[in-house]
């Protein structure tokens, strides 16, 4: 029988009556066997996750104040939770520990920690799965950087004789035993890691939208789902702004070809999106798979006379910036001008002093820095195959009254970058998606 990964999302096990729909979920299929599990998420606006509540309780306890207060509420969230379940399970034991021993290490990563581990617990006894804790399993070398080896193997011999286990998400531990978290969000990258040590056929995230969407929803009404997306242009999408997985989630699962299907607890009815391999792409969206796009760069344009019979000076330019710690987004050229597109934020402070440097090491004919560049990428694999995309991209953008001030199409072909003002950044984002979705 092939074997399913599960994950869980906080927003999915908010309270009792999401637990009885992911207890649904799981019931549905034998091949759902391994389920991580995130801690309990918000359950409306104003609501606060667990994990916050537990960085609270840390954060008191650093400062020798009391903790009760705030890991009250946290108790008040889990007995809601067993309660609504009806579960003859009480926590009072495991409180009582992890209160006395949040106050006594003084742990941000094991106070962190608790939020899985508790939700862990209440999970495995409702479905009647066994509770496999990933402290023995995720292994973190002392530096705090994951080994993936040692992770492998000992998720591999942990879950060999279990046939259904639930296993908290975000956390593993140091080789001294101590707790040690992923950053924000880890709880997929644990799921990642189990699917991967177990060669599962599918790698099911489960979380509150049913896919990834073909463009930000706050800037176009209703983008569509995008069905089937490659690891690359996940890739591609994530870096310029879309939020899916933690960007140290598709490794693991992309190195053996795990496909992952991003789900929706709500509406498990959809087919959600299918994140595959790219030697497995057919493709059914079409011509582009989405947009993304971020604002906040700035662009450095050197002229000089002469500057292409001029060797090196390209290699100048981003010694400056690489000595100081800035990486670049794009260097656009002509014959007598190079631009080179970094982070604004990353400039800042640092601005005077590198176009000091980069005078220096080209003695350009002028610099000029220009701030306010929005980039917008237009990702997918099939805009290779199509003619004329590029075209329809530019005219799109045109007809929508906005001036182009950067094209960059990847080597791979796999995206085209544009660059606009950022007064323009929103509507060229729905000038390309009106003109590829909605003609
Ligand atoms: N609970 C943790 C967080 O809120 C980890 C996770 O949900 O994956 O970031």
Redesign the pocket.
């Known amino acids: 029988m092939n074997t399913k990964v599960l994950k869980f ?2 927003s999915s096990l908010a309270d009792a009556a999401h637990f009885k729909k992911v207890g649904q979920i799981i019931r549905e299929e034998k091949e759902r066997k391994y389920v991580v599990v ?2 309990p998420g918000k359950r409306h606006n104003k609501d606060e ?1 667990v ?1 916050d509540l537990l960085y609270q309780c840390y954060d008191l306890a650093v400062n020798n104040q009391d903790i009760t207060p705030v890991f009250l509420k946290i108790e008040a969230r889990y007995n809601e939770i067993i309660d609504g379940l009806s579960l003859k399970l009480s926590l009072a034991k495991e409180y009582l520990e992890i209160k006395n021993n949040i106050i006594s290490t003084k742990s941000k990563d094991y106070a962190a920690s608790r ?2 581990y508790l939700n862990g617990i209440i999970l495995a006894n409702y479905m009647g799965f066994t509770f496999v804790d990933p402290k023995d399993m995720i292994l973190f070398n002392e530096d705090g950087i994951l080994n993936p080896e040692g992770t492998d193997a000992s998720i591999c011999s942990a879950l060999k004789a279990i046939e259904y286990a639930v296993i908290p ?2 956390y593993g531990s140091l080789p001294d035993g101590s707790i040690k978290t992923f950053s ?5 990258v644990t799921g990642s890691m189990v699917a991967k040590a177990v060669k599962a056929s599918l790698y099911e995230n489960w979380t509150d939208v049913s896919g990834v969407l073909m463009a930000d929803p706050r800037i176009v009404k209703n983008p569509k789902v995008i069905e089937t997306l490659t690891y690359k242009e996940l890739r591609e999408l994530s870096y310029m702004g879309t939020t899916v997985l933690h960007e140290d989630a598709t490794l693991p699962v992309r190195s053996e070809g795990i496909p992952i299907n991003i789900r929706n607890t709500n509406s498990p009815e959809d087919k959600g999106t299918m994140i595959i391999p790219t030697y497995r792409f057919k493709n059914p969206n079409g011509i582009i798979t989405g947009i993304a796009g971020k604002t906040g760069f700035t662009t450095i344009i050197i002229e000089k006379d002469m500057m292409n019979g001029e060797l090196g000076i390209g290699n100048k330019i981003l010694e400056v910036l690489a000595k100081n710690s800035i990486s670049f987004e794009h260097v656009p050229s002509s014959i007598d001008a190079l631009s080179v597109i970094v982070n604004s934020k990353d400039l800042e402070e640092k601005e005077e002093f590198i176009i000091h440097q980069i005078i220096k090491a080209v003695k350009p004919d002028s610099i000029m820095i220009e701030d306010g560049l929005a980039l917008v990428a237009v990702v997918g694999h099939n805009m290779v195959r199509a003619k004329g995309t590029a075209a329809r991209v530019f005219t799109a953008i045109a007809k929508a009254d906005i001036n182009i001030k950067m094209i960059d199409q990847g080597a791979s072909e796999l995206n085209i970058i544009v660059g606009v003002e950022e007064k323009d950044y929103k509507n060229t984002i729905k000038a390309i998606y009106n003109e590829f979705v909605n003609n």
């Open positions: 999302g906080g995130s801690a996750k994990t939020g899985e998400g975000f924000r969000g880890g709880s997929d």
